[in-house]
């Protein structure tokens, strides 16, 4: 811990006696920042140079499309405008009616975007709740264990108490977002993938850009209801090729190169291993070894102009073991999956992508648990407490999808279809007695299982998609989406269909409504039948229908965003849940696992989002969000534990000369947990639903740090930086256990408060040449 410190004073003593120059933005970023601004702008980059530097810093009164027109003078180029959009072509050209695009890094832009690369095509829809992050937004973010992709966890509308880095989305469930790496839906997208999934297994240091939606995304994301992370890797850094660091959490390898000039083409190699001890402290466990490994190897080539092939192989691997004189507890889990994808430019206004993929998951836990005699009582409080749970899946996954788009004047068409056949063997032990407690809840007590399932089968979808300008300042967006599935056992199949609509009417440069209504559906992926509590068949796909209701409006350095959204969930599938304090090492073996089982769920907000440019170097952010979410149990609406009311994410930056630093603030209502009498009497028992979130945590505030600083010497650079979470070491809550204790006549239920994560320190350095 004093090393960190000490590396902490030291970036600190650097950044002071810095000198101070501005960072100068580029084109791209210009480019950018009108396509969120609204305007449709269509390019080439065969023909753009993204990475143009301005002649200084971008800030808000300086994003116009007279600023760009002074830009792309000085490149002879010019902005026209054609058919309802603007199009950067070469002074002396006449402007293409639609224009094409290479695949190496293809722009994205609000409304209208051509490229060859359609996993990468989004708009981001008509009417969609999309953040964008760019890697240099992920780097300067305070995040814990400086885990960036972290920062989808401050945008409004996300449920946390800093542990999961998995988000729930506007009081939906954490399993209700869709995670795409390189166009290839991921099965288990982080470490400490059993306890709660703490960490990204994808190293934010590669990321060119991540998408996050939250509400009204495109109909080409399927199967799941509340939220898509679209994650895009950096093939190439123009100035560096390696990166070599080491940090509290990690240390890694990277290595990017380009070649040929007839066939151009790149590669991107990662590497990354380390301990995540410190992310674990809310398990209260005397030792552990949670130890982690991820390594990737990406490339792409230019066979013609119009043809691209790209390609790769990743690996993620989690290797933990936890115990202490009570309990003891190992996960292994290894992630593998390799693609090939070709993109095809057919005509100059017709694009299409293949993708076929293959992906590995396999899956190994195990848990015991005994009951150890007091020192001072040696008769143990509940003998027959404690057993053993030895849990193993393996799952593979063969997919292909064509994605297609068609762009004729103002008409943008979208369509592709997924097949993809998937098998899994789940292999489950168990033999364990909840205790007491168990039986004053009435939930199982003892538990004595051996169980073999091995589902098989396909799946597939269809989507197609079209957005017009229906008169002038009004986009409309409808699209269809049609889902399958037959790997249900006895032969058992569904499906799906999931129309949607997005509207925008455009009231002014800088302002503009948007409406967005939706089905959508999300079935139980073949690796997540919860055979872990017993259950060996799968659920009928889950239902949802939304609104969304949003207002942006922009003026010089400001940026307003408002959304109202309301989701009206149906055929809910039981779930299981420990109704006292979830954040614990042996979920399944504890006396509150309980099954759940709702037949509605709903869930409704607010959600306000401001950006402020207050100079050139100083950026601040100032965010609200208001929600309501609950199940309807047994006839009775009840609050979803994680459904906080208000809260609020404020943070400001400062970057300059190499140096920035970083203060982000979240305050937000306490989750709800579930409180139990003083007493009981003996023979009674406990209605679940009559106690479950019945009572609301202490509010949850977290503030954190983040500070980095970079030096150029010569063909290299030099970066140190530290992330501080929870500066304040504040106690927040995790939940509330229960200690019994039987006496005369009945049994004493005594309180024992849980917290969360304490102060966690992150430093590291980077070399990059």
Not at 143 to 149: G, I, M, V, Y
Not at 157 to 182: F, H, Y
Not at 364 to 387: I, L, N, V, Y
Not at 688 to 698: D, I, K, P
Request: net charge negative.
């Amino acid at each position: 811990m004093a090393k960190r410190w000490v590396c902490l004073l030291l970036c600190l003593a650097f950044a002071v006696t810095s000198r101070a120059q501005s960072n100068l933005s580029t084109l791209g970023d210009l480019l950018g920042a009108l396509s969120e601004r609204g305007y449709r702008i269509v390019y080439s980059d065969s023909s753009v140079p993204l990475q143009q530097p301005l002649q200084q810093p971008l800030s808000g009164a300086d994003v116009s499309l007279d600023s760009l027109r002074d830009v792309l003078q000085v490149l002879d180029l010019e902005l026209r405008p054609v058919d309802g959009a603007w199009v950067i072509v070469r002074a002396e050209d006449e402007p293409p009616a639609e224009p094409s695009a290479r695949v190496d890094d293809p722009p994205v832009l609000e409304t209208v975007i051509v490229t060859g690369t359609l996993h990468r095509f989004p708009a981001g829809g008509t009417a969609a709740s999309r953040f964008s992050f760019k890697a240099q937004d992920l780097s300067r973010l305070p995040s814990l264990a400086s885990d960036a992709l972290r920062a989808s966890l401050r945008v409004p509308g996300v449920s946390s108490v800093g542990v999961s880095a998995r988000p729930r989305v506007r009081g939906g469930l954490p399993d209700e977002v869709l995670v795409i790496q390189d166009g290839v839906e991921l099965l288990e997208p982080f470490h400490l993938a059993d306890y709660h999934s703490a960490y990204s297994a994808i190293d934010y240091r590669t990321v060119e850009s991540l998408d996050f939606y939250t509400g009204g995304f495109p109909s080409r994301y399927g199967n799941r209801m509340s939220g898509v992370m679209d994650i895009r890797q950096q093939w190439q850094e123009e100035q560096y090729h390696t990166d070599l660091g080491v940090s509290s959490f990690a240390n890694f390898v990277h290595h990017r190169g380009t070649f040929g000039e007839q066939h151009p083409g790149g590669w991107l190699f990662s590497w990354r291993q380390g301990d995540l001890s410190d992310l674990t402290d809310y398990i209260e466990t005397r030792s552990g070894q949670p130890r982690y490994r991820d390594a990737g190897l990406r490339g792409s080539v230019d066979v013609s102009p119009q043809w691209s092939l790209s390609g790769g192989f990743v690996y993620s691997e989690d290797d933990i073991d936890f115990s202490d004189e009570e309990e003891a507890a190992a996960s292994e889990v290894d992630m593998r999956y390799a693609w090939v994808g070709t993109d095809l430019s057919l005509q100059e206004h017709l694009e299409s992508r293949f993708t076929l993929s293959w992906l590995s998951l396999d899956r190994r836990r195990f848990q015991a648990s005994f009951e150890q005699p007091d020192p001072e009582d040696p008769e143990p409080q509940d003998p027959e407490k404690g057993g053993f749970l030895d849990h193993r899946q393996e799952v593979e996954r063969l997919a292909l999808r064509n994605d297609w788009s068609l762009l004729r004047g103002d008409w943008l068409w979208e369509a592709g279809w997924q097949a993809d056949y998937s098998r899994a063997d789940y292999r489950h032990q168990s033999l364990f007695n909840r205790g007491e407690l168990a039986d004053l809840l009435g939930s199982e007590r003892e538990v004595d299982r051996s169980l073999r399932v091995r589902p098989s089968g396909w799946a597939g979808g269809l989507y197609l998609q079209t957005q017009w300008p229906l008169v002038p300042g009004l986009i409309v967006q409808p699209s269809l989406r049609w889902d399958r599935q037959d790997y249900y056992q006895n032969g058992g199949s569904d499906s799906q269909f999931s129309p949607r609509l997005g509207l925008r009417w455009e009231l002014g440069d800088q302002l503009h409504l948007s409406l967005s209504l939706g089905r959508f559906h999300q079935p139980e992926a073949i690796n997540e039948l919860q055979v872990l509590d017993g259950v060996t068949e799968f659920f009928p796909a889950q239902e949802s229908d939304q609104a969304v209701l949003g207002l942006y409006w922009g003026h010089g350095r400001v940026a307003f965003n408002v959304e109202l959204y309301q989701k009206r969930y149906r055929e809910q599938k039981d779930r299981f849940e420990n109704i006292f304090n979830p954040f614990v090492l042996l979920p399944e073996l504890e006396p509150d696992r309980v099954a759940l089982s709702p037949d509605r769920a709903r869930a409704r907000g607010l959600d306000i989002d401001t950006a402020l440019e207050l100079t050139p170097s100083l950026t601040a952010v100032l965010r609200y969000s208001y929600m309501d979410a609950s199940d309807r149990i047994d006839g009775r609406w009840v609050d979803r534990r994680w459904s906080q009311e208000q809260t609020v994410n404020a943070g400001i930056g400062w970057e300059r000369d190499g140096f920035s630093i970083g203060l982000a603030l979240t305050w937000h209502s306490g989750w709800r947990s579930s409180e139990l009498p003083a007493f009981v009497s003996e023979d009674t028992e406990i209605p679940v639903a009559s106690v479950l979130n019945n009572t609301q945590l202490r509010e949850y505030f977290s503030l954190d740090l983040g500070v980095s600083k970079s030096w150029e010497i010569g063909p290299t650079r030099l970066k140190l930086y530290t992330d501080i979470s929870n500066l304040t070491d504040r106690k927040n809550q995790a939940g509330i256990d229960f200690d019994i204790e039987e006496v005369d006549g009945g049994y004493l239920l005594l309180q024992d408060p849980e917290t969360l994560l304490p102060r966690v320190v992150s430093v590291g350095a980077t070399l990059s040449f």
